[in-house]
């Protein structure tokens, strides 16, 4: 089925794509040193922390606005901080952190260009994760419903879902371009967020990862 | 051994417990007429003891007495290996009776009960947990009251200055003569969010986790004026007499506006709208012109400061609040960084919302400072009326919290240490 954004917060709930999950994670743990220093933006329950402490022997600190969520890391042996993410990494140092992590939570930022800002001042490398709307069934569903997005992971009408400022692999590359951020490495992903994608992303690929880095 | 004292029955607790006007209903667990101590996740009736530690103890003042006491309470068993014990560290006006019961006739538990017990968030079947009243306190320990070997009489304001370093150093000799090889973990809200965050700093090879709760790394102008306006109050009650006072006697006046002032930055203004509003009392009718309490507010706030008078000596709250406002870790060690550099316990911050005298900005800036020390730090806020005494407050989120984080499993993470 095809690919959008949640409608919940990410990584609140294991809703149905499962395996699509475990995907991200997979293709995230690829880019992530071991043992290095790891900031997960909208960290959730820590689902992706626990898998890179675990696989990475990362050092893991998560932000997340929920107190359910933040508690539920804490009661799992990671480090999370309640609040606002612009202002958790405001009050770092250059450099603090080796990596930020901001995967499906940049289309709920106010500021997402503010953010991926401040995220390459913090850490050396930026990984952005998102679910690409440009993706062919996507058009489609628009086309032919004229209606806003709904499918097994988008399954709120508009006056139940929060707000949401969609992106296509298309935009995302024209803020890398305009902003000069050097794109370290991209990853598509067909619709079933698995099989590699290397013909017309923005049409094609359900799921798009970028590593970034300042030019 | 410990003695009960006998004026006045220890029922003692932190401020909102105290009273039956405004918490109580938040923060009780039971309130039925069975016998309370007998619940099954109460600790039941508990005894308080006196640790003498028999030799001469040096003051960060620099400044020597020759011993001193300390009254605590221990809940649970320590284990074989010693490494179980919880310290739980009082506030300011609090003391050693933090969970159950001192007889079947007490009309309050200590003042944490309803977290502290068998199956609670702190669980006593698990750990060992122990809570001293602080030196220079005035519920058993030694402090300004006490008497003075060399005179014969009450040290009053020669007792040496006290600084939560101190606390925290007497505290850690009632740990090694219990045998605690191990500090599982420290925890503390407000005055006990300091004392624990000194325990962690002071003592870095023992403590293993840590709980700071509505607390600051430093006070802010507006926290130490408070603090000021309650000392002057009892100051300039003409019976504090420089700090010699009979023991029976003393600056109650100023003891009590001390009291009820300091009383009102514990709470919310939303709170006490919710808890009194502009309700008057029965016996004052429609209008009433004279100056006797009649808004709720009023006499509950009179209630708090004569039942403070009862229980609480005037040096101490001296004493004590001077410590807190002389707290400062940052300025100690250089930066907070620096003095949060030897820690290795992992550590748990927690604000709440409506607390405006140690607001969550306060709380979240000991959390990322420790983060920024390569420290495992974790920030959660709660949203609250209930003011600066939400830490006390009757919450499953709460407990979850606190229970996840004392019972996960222990992690050896590398040190990132800068």
């Known amino acids: 089925m095809p690919s959008t954004s949640q409608s919940e917060p990410p990584r609140a709930h294991m809703t149905k794509p499962v395996e699509k999950r475990t995907v991200d994670m997979q293709v995230i743990g690829e880019w992530v040193e071991p043992q290095s220093r790891v900031l997960d933006l909208g960290c959730g329950r820590g689902e992706l922390m626990a898998y890179l402490v675990q696989a990475k022997q990362v050092s893991a600190t998560g932000v997340d606005l929920d107190f359910g969520r933040v508690s539920a890391c804490v009661a799992r042996g990671l480090s999370a901080y309640q609040g606002d993410m612009t202002a958790f990494m405001r009050a ?8 930020v992590i901001c995967s499906r939570t940049v289309h709920e930022l106010d500021d997402p260009a503010g953010v991926i800002l401040e995220a390459l001042r913090v850490a050396s490398a930026v990984t952005v994760g998102f679910v690409n709307h440009g993706f062919w069934k996507n058009r489609l569903n628009v086309l032919f419903r004229g209606r806003k997005v709904r499918n097994v992971v988008y399954t709120t009408p508009w006056h139940e879902s929060r707000p ?16 000069a951020i050097r794109v370290a490495r991209r990853a598509h992903l067909l619709g079933d967020w698995r099989t590699p994608c290397h013909l017309m992303p923005n049409l094609l690929a359900g799921y798009a990862l970028y590593d970034l880095a300042r030019a | 051994m410990g003695v009960i004292r006998a004026s006045p029955p220890c029922v003692v607790a932190a401020a909102p417990v105290e009273c039956p006007g405004i918490m109580t209903d938040d923060v009780q667990t039971t309130t039925a007429h069975h ?13 308080a003891r006196d640790f003498t530690h028999p030799g001469p103890f040096t003051f960060k003042s620099g400044q020597v007495i020759q011993g001193f006491t300390l009254r605590y309470e221990t809940y649970g068993a320590l284990n074989a290996t010693r490494d179980n014990a919880v310290l739980v560290c009082h506030a300011l006006s609090g003391d050693h009776h933090c969970a159950g019961w001192h007889s079947e006739s007490d009309a309050k538990p200590g003042w944490w009960n309803n977290l502290i017990g068998p ?43 006290v600084t939560v370093r101190d606390m925290v150093n007497a505290q850690k000799l009632l740990l090694d003569n219990l ?3 191990e500090l599982h973990a420290v925890l503390g809200g407000s005055m006990g969010g300091m004392t624990a965050m000194l325990f962690a700093i002071e003592y870095p090879q023992f403590t293993r986790r840590q709980i700071i709760m509505a607390s600051t790394a430093n006070e802010s102008a507006q926290a130490i004026a408070f603090n000021e306006v309650g000392r002057q109050a009892i100051m300039q009650d003409p019976a504090w007499n420089d700090g010699d006072y009979p023991r029976d006697g003393g600056p109650r006046v100023g003891l009590a506006i001390a009291r009820m002032m300091a009383h009102i930055t514990y709470l919310s203004d939303a709170g006490m709208d919710r808890k009194f509003g502009r309700r008057k009392r029965e016996s004052a009718g429609g209008e009433s012109y004279t100056f006797d309490a009649q808004f709720e507010v009023e006499s509950y706030l009179r209630h708090q400061g004569q039942s403070f008078i009862n229980r609480f000596d005037a040096n101490s709250y001296l004493y004590i609040t001077r410590a807190i406002d002389q707290f400062d870790p940052a300025r100690a060690y250089g930066s907070l960084e620096q003095a949060f550099a030897p820690i290795r316990a992992e550590s748990l911050v927690v604000g709440f919302t409506s607390d405006w005298l140690f607001p969550p900005e306060q709380n979240r800036a000991i959390a990322l400072a420790l983060l920024r020390s390569g420290k495992r730090a974790s920030y959660a806020e709660l949203a609250t009326d209930l003011g600066h005494d939400s830490f006390l407050l009757e919450s499953a989120e709460l407990y979850a919290l606190i229970r996840g984080f004392l019972e996960r499993p222990e992690t050896h993470a590398v040190d990132f240490a800068i």
């Not at chain 1, 949401?164 to 902003?179: G, Q």
């Not at chain 2, 300004?144 to 200055?161: L, M, N, Q, V």
């Open chain 1, 92 to 99: 770092f140092p250059d450099q603090h952190f080796d990596r």
């Open chain 1, 164 to 179: 949401a400022n969609p992106l296509t692999i298309a935009d995302f590359e024209d803020f890398c371009r305009e902003k």
């Open chain 2, 35 to 47: 016998p309370r101590h007998l619940a099954g996740d109460d600790v039941g009736i508990v005894r």
């Open chain 2, 119 to 161: 199956g609670k968030a702190v669980d006593t079947r698990r750990f060992f947990v122990v809570c001293a009243n602080v030196l220079g306190g005035c519920q058993g320990s030694t402090g300004p009251s006490s008497i003075d070997p060399a005179t014969g009489r009450a040290y009053g304001t020669h007792f040496p200055f």
């Open chain 2, 179 to 181: 045998g605690v090889a």
